[in-house]
C-alpha cells in the first residue's frame, strides 16, 4: 500500500504520540495561510482596526474553547472525530451523517485553498498558461504530501510556517514604512461598514471546522495539557498576528485582494513563500476529509479503504472545485459554516463532559486498546440538537450568530437526555465500567464493524 493509514478506525497508540511542540507547530500552521491573511484583509476592508480586533477576539475565544475541549476528549481517546462521535452523543448514523457533512465542507475548503495557491502562482509566472494547469499541479501537491500522513505533514509545516513568519514580518513592515502605524490603526475602513458580530461570525466561521475536527490532530498529543498549550499558542498566535497583518496591509493598500497585496507589500519572492504556505492548511483540509469518509464508508458498507486511495479521490474532487470557481463564494461559504458546525461541537462537548453516557464504556476499552463493543444505532436527540442549533444560528439575531448555534446545540442535548430514563438508550454501566446490551427487534445487541475488529488488527500504519 502506498502512504500512510494512520488508524483511521482505531485508537493511536502512545508509541505514536508526538511532542507538544510538533502538533502546535501545526496548529499554527493551519492558521498561517492566505486564507486567514484573506479573512483579515476582508476584516480590514470592511471594519476599523479596533472592531477587527474585537471581532477577532471573540473569534479567538469562541474557537479555543472548542478546540480545548474537544481536542482533550481526542486526546484521552486518541480517536479521529468521526469514529469519537459515534461515542459522544452522535451515534452510529448520527456519526455517519456528521461525516458525510464535513467531508463536503473539507472537499469545499480544499477547492477554495487550492484556487488560491494557483492564482498566486500564476500571478508569479506572469504567463499564459491557463489557471486550470496551476489548479492542477497545486492540487497534485497536496495529495502527494497527505498520501504519507500525519509525518509527512509536519515536516512540510516545519519549512512552511517560519517561512511564513517571516513573510508576515516583512510584510507589515514593508507596509509601515510608507505609513504611519496610528494611520492606519484610525483608517476608517475603504468598504462598506461591517459589525462587530458579523466579522465575529466570519472569524468563527473561517476554522469552525478546524475546531471541531481537533480530535484528528490532537490524538497524535501525550497529555491533556499539551492540547491545551498547542490550542493557546497555535489559535492565538495565528488568529492576531496573520489576521491583523491582513487588516492592517488591507488598509494600507485600501485592497482586500490578497494576491494584490501580497504582491504590492513584498514582491515576488514574498508571493512564493506566501502562497507555499498554503500547503499548510490544505493538507489538513484533505487530511480531516479522508479520514471521515473512511470511517464513513465503513460504517455503511464494513468495508476499509484505504486512507491514502481515499485521499486520492478527494483531492481529484477538491481540485475540480478549484477549477470550476469555488473562490468567488467564499465569504457566503464562511457564513454558513459559522451556523452549521457549532451545534455539532455542543453536542459532542455536552455528551462527553456533561451526559457522559459512554464514559465509562469508553474507559474500560481504552484501558484495553480497543474501542466499546457497542454503539448506538439511530437517536433523534442529536439530530434535535443539530436542527435546534442551526436554527438559533439563523434566526437569532442577538449576538454573534455561531456562540448561538454552538450552545443551543450544547442545551438541547443536555435538556434532551435529562428528560430521558436512565436505562432506555444503551447507557454504559457505571457500576461495572462496562456498555450494556442493547437489545434490537430481532434481539441481538448492536456492534460496530469497527469494533468489532479492526481496531484490533490495524494497530500499525
Not at 507589515?172 to 496610528?182: D, K, Q, V, W
Not at 508571493?271 to 493538507?283: E, F, M, R, S
Not at 466499546?372 to 450568530?401: F, K, Q, T
Request: one cysteine or more; aromatic letters at 8%; hydrophobic letters at 50%.
Amino acid at each position: 500500500m502506498i502512504g500512510r493509514d494512520d488508524f483511521p478506525l482505531a485508537r493511536v497508540p502512545e508509541a505514536e504520540r508526538y511532542p507538544w511542540w510538533s502538533v502546535a507547530v501545526q496548529r499554527f500552521g493551519e492558521l498561517s495561510a492566505l486564507s486567514q491573511l484573506l479573512l483579515g484583509a476582508t476584516l480590514g476592508f470592511h471594519m476599523t482596526f479596533w472592531g477587527a480586533f474585537w471581532a477577532l477576539t471573540l473569534g479567538v475565544v469562541l474557537l479555543e474553547i472548542v478546540a480545548v475541549l474537544t481536542g482533550v476528549a481526542g486526546q484521552r481517546e486518541g480517536l479521529s472525530t468521526y469514529v469519537l462521535a459515534q461515542w459522544t452523543g452522535l451515534g452510529r448514523h448520527g456519526s455517519s451523517l456528521f461525516g458525510l457533512c464535513t467531508a463536503v465542507s473539507l472537499v469545499g475548503w480544499f477547492g477554495v485553498q487550492n484556487a488560491i495557491f494557483a492564482k498566486g502562482l500564476a500571478a508569479l509566472a506572469g504567463t499564459q498558461v491557463p489557471l486550470w494547469v496551476y489548479c492542477v499541479l497545486t492540487g497534485a501537491a497536496v495529495t502527494l504530501i497527505v498520501i504519507y500522513g500525519f509525518s509527512s505533514m509536519a515536516w512540510t509545516s516545519y519549512i512552511t510556517v517560519p517561512l511564513f513568519l517571516a513573510l508576515s514580518a516583512w510584510a507589515i513592515r514593508s507596509a509601515l514604512a510608507r505609513h504611519e502605524l496610528a494611520d492606519l490603526i484610525a483608517m476608517p475602513p475603504p468598504g462598506e461598514p461591517m459589525s462587530v458580530a458579523a466579522g465575529a461570525t466570519l472569524v468563527a466561521g473561517g476554522f469552525i471546522v478546524g475546531a471541531v475536527l481537533t480530535p484528528d490532530m490532537t490524538r497524535y498529543n501525550r497529555s491533556a495539557a499539551d492540547v491545551v498549550k498547542q490550542t493557546l499558542v497555535g489559535v492565538t498566535l495565528g488568529e492576531y498576528t496573520i489576521g491583523l497583518t491582513g487588516v492592517l496591509l488591507a488598509h494600507a493598500v485600501q485592497s482586500a485582494d490578497v494576491v494584490h497585496i501580497v504582491t504590492t507589500e513584498v514582491g515576488v519572492v514574498g508571493a512564493a513563500i506566501l502562497v507555499t504556505a498554503t500547503l499548510k492548511i490544505n493538507d489538513w483540509n484533505l487530511y480531516s476529509a479522508s479520514l471521515s469518509l473512511v470511517t464513513t464508508v465503513y460504517q455503511a458498507t464494513g468495508r476499509h479503504v484505504p486512507r491514502s486511495a481515499m485521499t486520492l479521490a478527494v483531492g481529484a474532487a477538491g481540485t475540480a472545485l478549484s477549477i470550476a470557481g469555488i473562490l468567488e463564494h467564499l465569504v457566503g461559504f464562511l457564513t454558513l459554516l459559522g451556523v452549521a458546525f457549532p451545534p455539532v461541537a455542543g453536542i459532542m462537548i455536552a455528551e462527553y463532559y456533561v451526559v457522559r453516557r459512554h464514559r465509562a464504556a469508553l474507559a474500560h476499552a481504552r484501558s484495553a486498546g480497543t474501542l466499546p463493543p457497542h454503539v448506538e444505532s439511530m437517536s433523534l436527540r442529536p439530530l434535535l440538537a443539530w436542527a435546534g442549533g442551526v436554527a438559533a444560528g439563523y434566526l437569532i439575531h442577538a449576538g454573534i450568530p455561531a456562540i448561538n448555534a454552538l450552545l443551543c446545540g450544547f442545551l438541547v442535548h443536555v435538556a434532551l437526555n435529562r428528560t430521558t430514563s436512565r436505562g432506555s438508550d444503551g447507557r454504559a454501566d457505571h457500576r461495572h465500567g462496562r456498555p450494556r446490551r442493547r437489545e434490537d427487534g430481532g434481539g441481538e445487541a448492536r456492534r460496530t464493524g469497527i469494533a468489532s475488529g479492526v481496531s484490533a488488527r490495524r494497530r500499525c500504519p
